[in-house]
Each structure stands twice: as C-alpha cells, then as structure tokens.
C-alpha cells in the first residue's frame, strides 16, 4: 500500500532564509512522486514531480526535491523563501495498485513567511 | 489547451437538496479523478473513473454519493440529501492515462446550509 506522511503541520521561515519541507512516502512499488501547492480558497498547482529519472527535481519559483530511495523521503527545499510562498504545500505519491492509479495526499504543511 | 475546468466554482445547497459537480477533464484526457478536501485537511480520494466505466470507488461514501463519465460530455458528481458534513471543496482530476500525470481543476466548493 502506498502512503505519504510529512512531518510537520507547520513551519515558520522568515524571509530570505531556507525552507524546508518534509516528507517520507511507503510504497510497494516503484512510485511516482509529487509537490503541490495550495494558495488560500485556490485550486492545486504542481509544484514538482519525479517519475524515476534524475533524483535531484527542480521545479517552479525556485523549489526543489530530492528524491533519497534509501531514506524513503522526498523533501521539498528552497534556498530563500519569498512572502509570496505562504500557502499549503501537499506531498503526493502516485502508483499502480491493484489495476488502478491514483494520488496518495499527505496531511499538507502549511508555510508561514514572516517579513 | 484549457485546463481541467470544474463548475460551478461556488454552490450552496440547503440540507437535502442535491448537489451536482461539472467536471471537464482536458483535451484529449479519458481518466477523471475526483477528491473530496474538508476543512483543514489534504484531499482524499474518492473514485476514479474512465469513460463509462467506475474503475475505483472505494474512497466513495456508500450513500447518497454517485459520479458518472458518460460517453459524451462532463464527468459528474452527485451528492443526493446534503448535510452538513458534505461541505467541503471538491476537486477533480484527469490524466491522459494512468501512467502520466493528473493535472488539478480548481475545485468546486460546496457550502450546506
């Protein structure tokens, strides 16, 4: 079965310093793996994927996660954060189960920038 | 290409009427996915569907929900008798096929009154 847990509810950066969100995914299978972000009463925007190509995955306004097989995590990283980034963040795992495929969420971390 | 496109945006329904979401997955996408986010929560998923055919249901509440992808036109979900505890935002999915990426609507948020 396929699950993903990240570790924190909350987290508070100022801004100009480094953020960093956790996640640790269980899966049975090869997963697929993915960063969300969830501005207020807004849809859900994809921040990044890995889909077992490069480990180290750059995605959009400066976001990145590496993938570690080893430590069955994927934690999502920016070296400075922006006020703009205050929003929810939800780490996703995607796999093949039983004939079908669908998204895992996580409980979702929200970012608080202070100025 | 538009995006997967969910309407309407905003509904209110009072308790025990229905309440019917539109989803129009992207060109060219046949797999839809609908989730169901609560306040406060992450979103959970509920079914999955292909053209004509429920391929999982299993996040589905047993009653008074039901989702449909007919041949021609919207994927819809149907929530018969609302409650209270039906409020939420309900977001849907579609994906080219199950392999690739989903890409997100912008959700459907349903206020019970």
């Known amino acids: 079965a396929q699950s993903v847990t990240q570790l924190d509810s909350h987290v508070s950066v100022s801004e100009g310093t480094p953020v960093l969100l956790r996640c640790n995914y269980s899966?049975?299978?090869?997963?697929?793996l993915f960063w969300y972000v969830q501005h207020p009463n807004k849809g859900l925007q994809l921040l990044l994927k890995?889909?077992?190509?490069?480990?180290l995955v750059k995605g959009i306004n400066g976001f990145e996660a590496e993938f570690k097989k080893s430590e069955t995590s994927f934690h999502l990283t920016k070296p400075s954060a922006h006020m703009s980034d205050a929003a929810e963040y939800f780490c996703?795992?995607?796999?093949?189960?039983?004939?079908?495929?669908?998204?895992?969420f996580g409980t979702g971390t929200r970012l608080k920038v202070l100025a | 290409n538009a995006g997967v496109m969910q309407n309407p945006r905003h509904l209110v329904r009072r308790r025990g009427q229905e309440a019917r979401l539109r989803c129009s997955p992207m060109?060219?996408?046949?797999?839809v996915y609908w989730y169901r986010q609560l306040p406060e929560e992450g979103l959970k998923f509920m079914v999955y569907?292909?053209?004509?055919?429920?391929?999982?249901e299993s996040g589905m509440p047993k009653e008074r929900f039901s989702a449909e992808f007919p041949k021609e036109g919207p994927s819809i979900l149907r929530i018969q008798q609302v409650v209270r505890g039906d409020s939420a935002a309900y977001f849907c999915?579609?994906?080219?096929?199950?392999?690739?990426?989903?890409?997100f609507g912008q959700g459907t948020r349903l206020t019970v009154v």
């Open positions: 999915a579609s994906s080219r096929d199950p392999n690739t990426e989903a890409f």
């Open positions: 899966s049975s299978y090869s997963p697929s």
């Open positions: 890995y889909t077992s190509a490069a480990t």
């Open positions: 996703v795992v995607s796999a093949a189960t039983s004939g079908t495929y669908k998204y895992i």
């Open positions: 060109k060219g996408h046949s797999h």
């Open positions: 569907l292909q053209k004509e055919n429920i391929i999982d």
